[in-house]
């Protein structure tokens, strides 16, 4: 089967052609193949070219579109269209123009512009922001992801020495970087710098001893994993969970002491009004002081159960709770005069009460059980049974021990605790805020903990390669850079990165060769991209990328 044109004289002269599908069949009588006409499609100046397209469209979904393409090729003796290969280039290219709107290449031009690398360090330092958000590896793994695994953008071939010196200088350059894209996200999202989150976390590394002089010490493990070296990591976030700054400290390092360092690292931004908010780990009377420094304010959880006497007096003081949301009930309360004036707001969650009491009497079953089980003891296993009952994290709470030994339940402590249930405390030194702003500017610190959380899944910021202190820095810094882009993302779209990356990721770029030459071409967004880069107020991707003619 095969289109053919046919030509026709006029009376006139004119010569008129036609256009008409058609196969050859033998004749029975002369042994001769002749056409077998099966459609006209009618003169060749006037067809219906649409048509035509919605047929050709229509045979095509019974071909693979390599077949297609090869069938495309060599109609009329043309060269052949080879299809190469096609990897994502979606997400890239929505991190690339969010990394460009943010003026991170233009904030690292200005720090190197009395410098000379003959190294791609701006594109190889987004190689390694974009391979934490998109496909998270080693720094060989991204020299590796680079090459062959997605459409960067990239005009110069990035080698794995060309991430290490991007490393070295972007920490060279950290803290102007650090400010000149705050501000940049700042303008961009028109962001109020009145609320300023912050919160540390710690990741370990697999080695068996600790640094005599550097980074990795053991300390308080919020992974569980105290047999292991650690670094302390501070994150300071706004309330819309835009991330402001990290810091990357010794892993010995106390939540206590990170507050002067973190406090003075950003007086110089000139934040204006600025009300920090941080956990119940950070509340001392010497953090209180450096947070009040240069007309700060802050917004800190205390300790409900350290039995200070004025936290004491606080869970005392009289008076009703006020609902200000859904399971959110409070009530302020103000001790002492003068200098030592402090204000408090005492917070209860009716439904976390609930489950506080259930949890407890879920205890004390299990104390009883306990009780029970060690009542006829005697001896060494008895004494042992005994103190480790006492000394139990949770159950030990709850006991008391007689002069005789034995020890029993202490009735007195668990209507102590139930006084507790649901309840926290929060103290602040601004004035200004509501007791209701304050309780949910706390409320709000669960942003920090969920950006903790994109940094240790999504962007995979352990297992960390690096040995040496500036690498482990850089590295932390990096994770931090594509943790901005990603939460750029997910506030001015609305959606969670794990959609936008699935979404973009669909987005391929396909390779063809053939004689002619080569040929780089998208696939066509499809009506989510299209929405997506749209409320990032990105232009969709050209379909045709890059032609490169053979000579």
């Known amino acids: 089967m095969y289109v053919r044109t046919i030509s026709r004289k006029n009376k006139s002269g004119s010569t008129t052609t036609y256009v008409q599908l058609a196969h050859n069949v033998r004749d029975a009588k002369t042994g001769q193949s002749k056409a077998d006409v099966l459609y006209t ?56 123009a969010l990394w460009e709107q943010l003026g991170i290449p233009q904030a690292l031009s200005q720090c190197m512009k009395d410098r000379s690398f003959t190294s791609p360090v701006e594109w190889s330092t987004f190689a390694m922001v974009a391979n934490r958000a998109l496909a998270p590896d080693s720094k060989r793994g991204v020299e590796e992801w680079v090459k062959e695994d997605v459409a960067l953008g990239n005009l110069e071939p990035i080698e794995l020495q060309h991430l290490y010196r991007a490393m070295d200088v972007l920490l060279e350059y950290r803290e102007t970087i650090h400010k000149e894209v ?111 420094k240069a007309g700060g304010h802050y917004i800190i959880g205390e300790k409900l159960r350290d039995n200070q006497e004025i936290h004491r007096e606080v869970l005392a003081k009289r008076g009703r709770f006020t609902s200000v949301r859904e399971n959110l009930e409070i009530k302020e309360v103000t001790i002492g005069d003068g200098e030592k004036r402090r204000r408090f707001i005492l917070v209860h969650n009716p439904d976390e009460a609930k489950k506080d009491q259930a949890t407890r009497e879920k205890t004390i079953k299990k104390i009883e059980e306990a009780l029970k089980s060690i009542k006829d003891q005697t001896g060494h296993c008895h004494t042992k049974n005994v103190c480790a009952l006492l000394s139990h994290r949770t159950m030990g709470r709850y006991l008391r021990q007689l002069k005789n030994g034995r020890i029993k339940i202490d009735k007195g402590k668990i209507r102590e605790e139930a006084h507790l249930d649901g309840k926290y405390i929060i103290s602040t030194s601004d004035d200004t805020l509501s007791p209701e702003d304050v309780a949910l500017g706390y409320k709000q610190l669960m942003e920090v903990e969920r950006a903790f959380r994109t940094l240790k899944t999504t962007l995979d910021l352990r297992p960390v390669y690096h040995r040496k202190d500036e690498r482990i820095e850089a590295h932390v810094f990096l994770c931090f850079l594509a943790l901005l882009l990603v939460r750029v993302a997910e506030r001015k779209t609305n959606m969670p990165w794990d959609h936008i990356k699935a979404q973009m990721e669909r987005l391929h770029l396909g390779e063809f060769f053939s004689k002619e030459g080569r040929v780089l071409q998208t696939t066509e967004p499809t009506p989510e991209q299209v929405n997506i880069l749209k409320l990032l107020k990105i232009s969709p991707p050209q379909r045709i990328r890059h032609i490169q003619v053979t000579p």
């Not at 579109?65 to 979606?90: D, H, N, Y």
């Not at 912050?198 to 640094?211: H, Q």
């Not at 002491?257 to 009004?273: F, M, Q």
């Open 182 to 292: 705050y501000f940049a996200v700042a303008d961009l999202l028109n962001l109020e710098v009145d609320l300023i989150f912050f919160d540390t976390t710690s990741t370990y590394f697999e080695m068996d001893e600790e640094d005599e002089e550097g980074l990795r010490k053991y300390g308080h493990s919020k992974d569980h994993r105290p047999d292991l070296p650690q670094v302390v990591i501070g994150l300071a976030v706004t309330k819309e969970g835009i991330p402001v700054k990290c810091w990357t400290m010794p892993g010995n390092k106390s939540d206590m002491k990170t507050v002067e360092k973190v406090k003075s690292d950003l007086l110089g931004w000139k934040l204006g009004r600025c009300v920090w908010v941080m956990d119940r780990g950070m509340s001392s009377e010497e953090n209180r002081l450096i947070l009040q």
């Open 41 to 96: 499609f009618g003169r060749a100046d006037s067809l219906d070219v649409d048509a035509i397209r919605r047929l050709t469209k229509s045979l095509s979904r019974f071909l693979t579109p390599e077949e297609a393409l090869r069938i495309q090729g060599t109609i009329e003796g043309e060269a052949p269209i080879r299809f190469l290969k096609s990897v994502p280039m979606g997400g890239a290219y929505l991190l690339r």
